[in-house]
């Protein structure tokens, strides 16, 4: 059988995003390969949603290019998002992977088996008959990662996952997050947490006002940022 195409390299060339007169994204160019996670940061509306967006083909740019693996116009087979707040269908938990299963093409008769597995691996078995709109919100989190690797995605791009979860469910959503990088997923993760970035990020791209301000390797970020705003940013202050 001939493999599906790789989504990687990731590369915005020149790209820029606008809406309504406003310019969101800026001239970004920008190469995403495979490796260690690849988390975004930078102030509240500098366009990290938006970035992630265009990476998973739900926008097109104003002007550039998006291309993955050097295709500009790949179907999202081997790429998959999970937002701050997930939509959950209106089934069980179970039924909710197995829906990410049929859109990932899985046959049917593999789809209970592989349903359990995923379940399994994000802590969620035990649940699988519980309507997915009455777990809670770390369950939902876990959940819509489950629904997102069934995917099985070469690229998972991740809003803020844990923006609105308690340290317990933080940790358990992030070692989901690691075991999916090590097994070999590319990581690209939005993030308000400086601690979550110490903890998971292999390189940081900080955004500001829709451009680029920073990439670095993470502890290069963390301990000795390049630019005034980055450093700024790291200390806890304002950047405008």
Same mark, same amino acid.
């Given at each position: 059988?001939r493999?599906?195409?790789?989504?990687l390299?990731?590369?915005?060339?020149g790209?820029?995003?606008?809406a309504?007169?406003?310019?969101?994204?800026?001239?970004?160019?920008?190469t995403?390969?495979?490796?260690?996670?690849?988390?975004?940061?930078?102030?509240?509306g500098?366009?990290?949603?938006?970035?992630?967006?265009?990476?998973?083909?739900?926008?097109?740019?104003?002007?550039?290019?998006?291309?993955?693996?050097?295709?500009?116009?790949?179907?999202?087979?081997?790429?998959?998002?999970?937002?701050?707040?997930?939509?959950?269908?209106?089934?069980?938990?179970?039924?909710?992977?197995?829906?990410?299963l049929?859109?990932?093409?899985?046959?049917?008769?593999?789809?209970?088996r592989r349903?359990?597995?995923? *379940?399994?691996r @994000?802590?969620? =078995? $035990?649940?699988?008959s519980?309507?997915?709109? !009455?777990?809670?919100?770390? /369950?939902?989190?876990?959940?819509?990662?489950?629904?997102?690797?069934?995917?099985?995605?070469?690229?998972?791009?991740?809003?803020?996952?844990?923006?609105?979860?308690?340290?317990?469910?933080?940790?358990?959503?992030?070692?989901?997050?690691?075991?999916?990088?090590?097994?070999?997923?590319?990581?690209?993760?939005?993030?308000?947490? *400086?601690?979550? @970035?110490?903890? =998971? $990020?292999?390189?940081?791209?900080?955004l500001? !006002?829709?451009?680029?301000? /920073?990439?670095?390797?993470?502890?290069?970020f963390?301990?000795?940022?390049?630019?005034?705003?980055a450093?700024?940013?790291v200390?806890?202050?304002?950047?405008?």
């Amino acid at each position: 059988m001939r493999a599906a195409p790789s989504d990687l390299p990731l590369v915005l060339d020149g790209v820029s995003l606008a809406a309504g007169g406003t310019t969101i994204l800026d001239r970004l160019n920008l190469t995403i390969m495979p490796g260690a996670p690849t988390l975004i940061v930078g102030p509240n509306g500098s366009g990290k949603t938006s970035l992630l967006r265009l990476c998973m083909g739900l926008a097109a740019p104003s002007k550039g290019t998006v291309s993955w693996g050097g295709r500009t116009h790949l179907p999202q087979t081997r790429r998959a998002i999970v937002f701050q707040k997930p939509v959950m269908l209106r089934r069980s938990a179970a039924a909710n992977v197995a829906y990410g299963l049929a859109q990932a093409g899985c046959p049917r008769a593999l789809r209970a088996r592989r349903t359990e597995e995923l *379940l399994d691996r @994000v802590g969620l =078995l $035990a649940l699988a008959s519980r309507p997915a709109r !009455r777990l809670s919100g770390g /369950e939902q989190q876990r959940l819509a990662l489950a629904r997102a690797l069934a995917r099985e995605p070469e690229i998972l791009l991740l809003d803020e996952p844990t923006a609105s979860l308690d340290p317990a469910a933080t940790r358990f959503v992030e070692e989901i997050i690691l075991a999916a990088a090590q097994s070999g997923t590319k990581i690209v993760m939005a993030s308000h947490d *400086l601690g979550q @970035v110490r903890r =998971l $990020a292999g390189d940081v791209l900080f955004l500001v !006002r829709g451009r680029i301000c /920073e990439r670095a390797d993470a502890a290069d970020f963390l301990d000795r940022p390049a630019t005034p705003e980055a450093a700024a940013f790291v200390q806890g202050e304002l950047v405008i």
